[in-house]
């Protein structure tokens, strides 16, 4: 199995991707066109990738791409829906950059209330302002609002909970038990949170709902002089109304993503709000941690493995929860050549589209049951086909779904 990294990726990783048998193919500045380019030369049947955007074009060239790995939580970067339709299938790793991002995130807070940032330029050019910087309000008894509680939002809560912060959340997925086990208060609305927060901190993975999700509404509702972190994705935030309220109340930012980011890992950045006062920026290094990434190096390698030895593919995606399938056929039968091609053929003539099958074999391979989920009922003669037209058929049943 080939395997081409199209990213910068921990050399545990590959090695354990060579120890699986694959044969390992590793150019970290590969992008676009060249991107597509690679795939299609090398036939590569797995990539994997950081920050690198895959696009349907990219795809198109890769003919036999099956999978595709991101080395990290968000998957704003793969063409989803091309990946899709050419039933490429693409995987994450959730959760192994959790604690790493909470780390930064806190670092940004921390850096933001005691002003770290401006004191270390003031120190390089020989300013000496005690007075100025002796006015931070500290961060013990304030209130922090998380927005959203994945695994990085829990991992906030507890860090949050060691500096005796009051903890507010908006999650679609918390509930009023559930906070309350977890000893902090459920915001209705995000514009709640907004409101009761010295600190708001932001833990969303970029979707339809979640772009532009803090926009000028928000920002309006937050306290003056409040501390608004994002270490998220950059779209979720409407980056114009960030700035108003930075200018107009006061607002201080810590931010490690920005709508317009450089692709690769160098280059120029033009982005003017890390320019405002009282904005301190990090460079996308959320889960830039050796531990973070030796961890998402060995799901990787696990994911990988998986797909290798069984065809299955752990944190898919892109896989269809609900296959749009009404019946149910559930057919025992000898574990014979043939007999697959038998249903599968009597079903083609019949018009009807297999969704979705699963052949189990038992125990000395002699018989097997086949599932097969289609999408309409088949006609008495269509299963009287099946039934008999085999002999190694013992049972067909159908059943809605």
Excluded at 174 to 180: F, G, I, S, V
Aim: glycine share 8%; net charge negative; aromatic share 4%.
């Amino acid at each position: 199995m080939k395997v081409l990294v199209a990213d910068k990726f921990e050399e545990v990783g590959l090695n354990g991707l060579k120890a699986l048998g694959c044969e390992v193919l590793y150019d970290p500045k590969l992008e676009g066109e060249s991107l597509g380019i690679n795939l299609e030369e090398s036939e590569a049947e797995v990539l994997i990738v950081r920050s690198t955007k895959v696009t349907s074009e990219v795809m198109e060239k890769g003919k036999g791409l099956s999978l595709i790995v991101r080395a990290g939580a968000g998957v704003n970067t793969i063409d989803l829906k091309a990946a899709s339709a050419r039933a490429i299938t693409v995987s994450n790793c959730p959760g192994k950059n959790s604690i790493a991002v909470a780390e930064l995130a806190f670092g940004l807070i921390l850096a933001l209330d005691r002003r770290i940032v401006e004191q270390t330029v003031d120190l390089r050019a020989g300013v000496w302002n005690k007075a100025e910087y002796s006015k931070a309000k500290g961060l013990a008894g304030r209130t922090i609002g998380i927005v959203g509680l994945g695994a990085i939002g829990k991992e906030m809560v507890y860090r949050a909970q060691a500096f005796d912060m009051r903890v507010i959340v908006w999650s679609r997925f918390l509930d009023d038990a559930k906070a309350a086990d977890m000893k902090i208060r459920r915001a209705e609305t995000i514009h709640i949170l907004a409101l009761e927060s010295d600190v708001i901190s932001v833990h969303l993975a970029l979707t339809r709902e979640t772009r532009g999700l803090c926009d000028a509404a928000f920002f309006g509702a937050m306290r003056p002089g409040a501390i608004f972190i994002n270490t998220s994705r950059g779209e979720v935030v409407d980056e114009a109304a960030l700035t108003q309220a930075i200018q107009a109340r006061g607002i201080r930012a810590g931010l490690d993503v920005f709508e317009l980011e450089p692709s690769g890992g160098t280059g120029t950045f033009e982005d003017p709000v890390v320019q405002l006062p009282g904005v301190t920026g990090t460079h996308h290094v959320g889960a830039s941690t050796e531990q973070a990434q030796n961890a998402i190096a060995a799901e990787v390698v696990r994911i990988v493995r998986s797909f290798k030895t069984t065809g299955a593919v752990p944190n898919a995606v892109n896989i269809c929860l609900r296959p749009p399938a009404s019946t149910l056929l559930t057919i025992r039968h000898r574990d014979r050549v043939g007999v697959l091609a038998h249903i599968f053929s009597r079903l083609s003539s019949a018009g009807i589209n297999v969704e979705q099958t699963e052949n189990i074999v038992f125990e000395g391979a002699e018989a097997a049951c086949v599932r097969i989920q289609v999408d309409r009922l088949p006609e008495d003669d269509v299963v009287e086909g099946i039934r008999a037209g085999n002999p190694d058929i013992f049972s067909v049943s159908v059943s809605p779904l």
